[in-house]
């Protein structure tokens, strides 16, 4: 997944001028060899601290991450200095292969708490199990049969290709997407010129990352929240769609709209309304 992201960073960048030298550097992680043992850190994915590491040392000089696994807050050293245009923000769900419905008596896999979250009430007293690791790895895991079906982001099939393996599309009412998902976000150094990133980076999806993302540092959020916020512009309006939890673990939904110029403040306005209804429910 995280080479076929770098792989059109580099298309972008070899079309905007082919004399720009590109070289592709992988960088294994404790995720690729442990996912066990992979902890989120400081609301980041546990791969992203160690690519933000090479790049603050010198090792690469930009680093490509799906925006949901970076931290809301940013270190203002290691800018997002470009944002992809928004592939398919919906989670979908996956079968075994040759199996045409949920099998009883196997849990249902998904990968974030904001996933469990909302598939615990969409399909009441199923067995619910998170699965850590890649996407092919937690496909091979579903295909072996330990799973009765797997929750995923329908971006993340589509960019590796394997678009057939989804049996059902989840509505963004049904299941709201995790925050920042479907983008692709470049991050580079401080005070670096960045402008052969100018093809890649979409001005959308910028605003819209700005509300996502507001919304999950507002309320504190990371992968191990449940709470999430969907946003989108339609003509030259932003709509931003969210939810919170309170103590007792009943959702608490929320939506704001406004001009996409207050992207952010809509999405600090949103968690701001909903952690104030939380707390006053106690």
Known sequence: MAV??????????????????????????????YPELAKEVDGRAPY?????????????????????????KRNPLLPVCAVSQREDPRDVLVLPSGVGRLLKGRPLGCSSV????????????????MVPGDVLSRLDRLDNGEFSGMVMSAADLKTLG????????????????????????????????????ANYHN?????????????????????????????????????????????????????FSGPVKRAQKLGVELAAYLQAEANERG
């Open 48 to 72: 992203v601290w160690e690519l933000e590491k090479a790049l603050a040392d010198g090792v690469i000089d930009l680093s490509v991450h799906s925006l949901k696994d970076m931290a809301a």
């Open 114 to 129: 904001c996933r469990r979250y909302q598939l615990g009430k969409l399909f009441p007293g199923i067995q619910l199990k």
């Open 203 to 255: 001005a959308n999806s910028w605003e819209i990352s700005l509300a996502e993302l507001a919304f999950s540092q507002t309320l504190g959020g990371g992968h191990s929240s449940p709470a999430t916020a969907h946003a989108w512009i339609d003509g030259g309006q932003m709509t931003i769609r969210g939810y919170t939890v309170d103590r007792q673990g009943e959702k608490i939904p929320g939506m």
């Open 4 to 33: 076929a992201h770098a792989e059109a960073v580099m298309r972008s960048i070899a079309a905007w001028d082919v004399r720009i030298p590109v070289e592709l550097v992988t960088i294994p992680t404790i995720q690729d060899q």
């Open 162 to 197: 394997l678009e057939s393996r989804i049996n059902r599309y989840f509505t963004a009412r049904e299941m709201v997407p995790g925050c920042g998902q479907g983008f692709v976000a470049v991050q580079c150094r401080a005070g670096e010129r960045v402008g052969y990133l």
